[in-house]
């Protein structure tokens, strides 16, 4: 009974939340809402989505990247994290309807292991719809990313190594496959041999230590344990067709033209869609080439939706407070630790190596590396996909603010309870660019040239240096705050600083504290009135 009376007391709270900032327009018009994240991913974007579903939505899509995305919730209790399907899946049984939308990569294998995950957990799928013509994901995309980071030895991107990017390569290039084609076999035969001509001779003229290698690849448990490699050396196509073929009756029930669904419910249902990967590693907005290969802005979610960016009538942005990670390489001007901690999360560490490296670390550690490594701990902060630690570093406005231009500027604040104990919170409100002299554009980048808004080219951003503005911290817990003037005051001080000190032009709307549904405040109009800079 006190389970139930604190879920209707949220969903009220989240109703005067909505009429409180956007009246009756909201009931009326507001129809599609897009939720993703402002930083380079892992920003909290699961926990939303589920809670929106349960709150508000009709219908779920996921419509970007791949099984390269880890999203995680709890959902009554149990901790879920799904790769390729969407949030909104447990409350499938609600006849909440969740979509693969057209433009994600889709790998048959991690789709059929969550939907079997999924319903072993007592949730059901009947209301899943995968789009007919998402990008199909096949073994070789896999291979082919992996051998790629394997080459590329200080120049690799710190892929996944999932094959999202062979993947939309092919498509690109006009020689990818799309899951309905696995509902036809004969063309699904002919297509595929078409797509690995070029692969297969490519394998067929490795040396013996190369033939090692791809034997090492294709046996990984991803790759169904070598059920697709020939001792030639080359990929069994056959063994690839009969499998996706099983894939394809397995997933028959579920492909739809989702495209056509979703525009067909405009204006009708509740849609909401999920986000994958950050802004900052959009292929086309973040820092090329150290970036996802698809668009994880609110105009890249609408298309591979089969929608428009202007059919999204309100888009929240997600931001931790105050701290923000990355996972792969990359320039991350505020890590702490810069390069060394770059080096040592992406060469191969692991949580057991960091605990037993780092076991006496603390978040007031005057040694970066080490703050860096005991906030990553208590953050939980390690890839759902890859397991990889993820680069910890201080909030970034000056990123931030590059990314508000995705209209996004709706803002929600997720793990403030990670920094709670930390004494000194410093935040990037500018850099200082201490390379040499640089041309971008018209214009000539000098050394002490003072920086403010994001430069997204990697040339640049590898001279910055953060200039901080640094706060006292907070003790006491804020896990149990319902309201803003629950919060402490020295956290309230920061957020004014960020919202409306610091030129960040956007408003704070959710605040979280905590992982749990029931861990979050809804930020009221009133409430910004705290966060006016105080009269000198």
Same mark, same amino acid.
């Given at each position: 009974?006190?389970?139930?009376?604190?879920?209707?007391?949220?969903?009220?709270?989240?109703?005067?939340?909505?009429?409180?900032?956007?009246?009756? =327009?909201?009931?009326?018009?507001? =129809?599609?809402?897009?939720?993703?994240?402002?930083?380079?991913?892992?920003?909290? &974007?699961? =926990?939303?989505?589920?809670?929106?579903?349960?709150?508000?939505?009709?219908?779920?899509?996921?419509?970007?990247?791949?099984?390269?995305?880890?999203?995680?919730?709890?959902?009554?209790?149990?901790?879920?994290?799904?790769?390729?399907?969407?949030?909104?899946?447990?409350?499938?049984? &609600?006849?909440?309807?969740?979509?693969?939308?057209?433009?994600?990569?889709? @790998?048959?294998?991690?789709?059929?292991?969550?939907?079997?995950?999924?319903?072993?957990?007592?949730?059901?799928?009947?209301?899943? &719809?995968?789009?007919?013509?998402?990008?199909?994901?096949?073994?070789?995309?896999?291979?082919?990313?992996?051998?790629?980071?394997?080459?590329?030895?200080?120049?690799?991107?710190?892929?996944?190594?999932?094959?999202?990017?062979?993947?939309?390569?092919?498509?690109?290039?006009?020689?990818?496959?799309?899951?309905?084609?696995?509902?036809?076999?004969?063309?699904?035969?002919?297509?595929?041999?078409?797509?690995?001509?070029?692969?297969?001779?490519?394998?067929?003229?490795?040396?013996?230590?190369?033939?090692?290698?791809?034997?090492?690849?294709?046996?990984?448990?991803?790759?169904?344990?070598?059920?697709?490699?020939?001792?030639?050396?080359?990929?069994?196509?056959?063994?690839?067709?009969?499998?996706?073929?099983?894939?394809?009756? @397995?997933?028959?029930?579920?492909?739809?033209?989702?495209?056509?669904?979703?525009?067909?419910?405009?204006?009708?249902?509740?849609?909401?869609?999920?986000?994958?990967?950050?802004?900052?590693?959009?292929?086309?907005?973040?820092? @090329?080439?150290?970036?996802?290969?698809?668009?994880?802005?609110?105009?890249?979610?609408?298309?591979?939706?089969?929608?428009?960016?202007?059919?999204?009538?309100?888009?929240?942005?997600?931001?931790?407070?105050?701290?923000?990670?990355?996972?792969?390489?990359?320039?991350?001007?505020?890590?702490?630790?810069?390069?060394?901690?770059?080096?040592?999360?992406?060469?191969?560490?692991?949580?057991?190596?960091?605990?037993?490296?780092?076991?006496?670390?603390?978040?007031?550690?005057?040694?970066?590396?080490?703050?860096?490594?005991?906030?990553?701990?208590?953050?939980?902060?390690?890839?759902?996909?890859? &397991?990889?630690?993820?680069?910890?570093?201080?909030?970034?406005?000056?990123?931030?603010?590059?990314?508000?231009?995705?209209?996004?500027?709706?803002?929600?604040?997720?793990?403030?309870?990670?920094?709670?104990?930390?004494?000194?919170?410093?935040?990037? @409100?500018?850099?200082?660019?201490?390379?040499?002299?640089?041309?971008?554009?018209?214009?000539?980048?000098?050394?002490?040239?003072?920086?403010?808004?994001?430069?997204?080219?990697?040339?640049?951003?590898?001279?910055?240096?953060?200039?901080?503005?640094?706060?006292?911290?907070?003790?006491?817990?804020?896990? =149990?705050?319902?309201?803003?003037?629950?919060?402490?005051?020295?956290?309230?001080?920061?957020?004014?600083?960020?919202?409306?000190?610091?030129?960040?032009?956007?408003?704070?709307?959710?605040?979280?504290?905590?992982?749990?549904?029931?861990?979050?405040?809804?930020?009221?109009?009133?409430?910004?009135?705290?966060?006016?800079?105080?009269?000198?």
């Amino acid at each position: 009974m006190r389970k139930e009376l604190k879920e209707k007391k949220l969903i009220e709270s989240f109703r005067l939340f909505l009429w409180d900032w956007f009246g009756e =327009k909201f009931s009326k018009a507001f =129809k599609v809402i897009a939720i993703s994240c402002l930083q380079f991913g892992d920003t909290g &974007k699961g =926990k939303f989505i589920h809670l929106l579903t349960w709150l508000w939505a009709h219908i779920v899509a996921r419509s970007t990247g791949g099984d390269n995305a880890g999203h995680t919730f709890y959902h009554k209790g149990r901790e879920i994290v799904l790769h390729l399907l969407p949030c909104g899946m447990p409350f499938d049984n &609600k006849g909440v309807v969740n979509i693969i939308g057209s433009g994600v990569a889709f @790998y048959p294998k991690a789709a059929v292991d969550e939907i079997k995950m999924l319903l072993s957990l007592g949730l059901t799928c009947d209301n899943l &719809k995968i789009a007919l013509n998402a990008k199909l994901l096949l073994p070789h995309h896999i291979l082919l990313d992996r051998l790629g980071e394997m080459g590329a030895g200080k120049e690799k991107i710190g892929s996944t190594g999932k094959g999202i990017q062979p993947c939309y390569t092919d498509f690109i290039a006009r020689k990818g496959l799309v899951l309905n084609d696995v509902l036809n076999p004969e063309i699904f035969r002919k297509k595929l041999r078409a797509s690995m001509r070029s692969v297969q001779a490519m394998l067929s003229n490795h040396g013996p230590s190369g033939k090692k290698v791809v034997k090492e690849i294709m046996s990984h448990p991803h790759l169904e344990d070598g059920l697709y490699y020939s001792e030639d050396g080359t990929l069994n196509e056959e063994a690839i067709i009969a499998k996706y073929i099983e894939y394809g009756e @397995y997933l028959r029930k579920y492909i739809f033209d989702t495209d056509e669904f979703l525009r067909g419910k405009l204006g009708k249902a509740n849609i909401l869609l999920e986000g994958a990967q950050g802004y900052l590693l959009s292929i086309d907005h973040g820092t @090329y080439p150290y970036v996802t290969s698809s668009d994880c802005s609110p105009a890249g979610l609408a298309k591979g939706a089969g929608l428009r960016e202007t059919d999204i009538d309100l888009s929240f942005g997600i931001i931790k407070g105050f701290y923000e990670t990355r996972v792969g390489c990359g320039p991350f001007p505020t890590e702490m630790g810069g390069k060394t901690s770059a080096s040592w999360c992406n060469n191969g560490a692991t949580k057991e190596m960091e605990d037993a490296a780092y076991i006496n670390a603390t978040v007031n550690d005057q040694n970066e590396i080490r703050q860096g490594v005991a906030i990553r701990r208590k953050g939980g902060e390690y890839g759902a996909t890859t &397991k990889r630690p993820r680069r910890t570093g201080w909030l970034d406005l000056v990123l931030l603010r590059h990314a508000l231009d995705s209209g996004a500027n709706n803002i929600i604040l997720t793990k403030l309870d990670i920094l709670t104990g930390v004494k000194e919170i410093k935040v990037c @409100y500018a850099y200082r660019y201490e390379g040499p002299d640089y041309n971008y554009g018209a214009k000539v980048l000098k050394s002490g040239e003072i920086i403010l808004k994001g430069i997204m080219d990697p040339e640049v951003l590898d001279y910055c240096v953060p200039l901080y503005t640094t706060f006292p911290g907070w003790n006491k817990s804020i896990k =149990k705050a319902k309201y803003v003037l629950d919060l402490p005051d020295n956290l309230v001080r920061i957020l004014k600083y960020i919202f409306e000190e610091a030129d960040v032009r956007a408003k704070p709307r959710i605040i979280s504290v905590g992982p749990g549904p029931e861990e979050t405040i809804f930020v009221g109009v009133n409430d910004l009135r705290l966060f006016s800079p105080e009269k000198k």
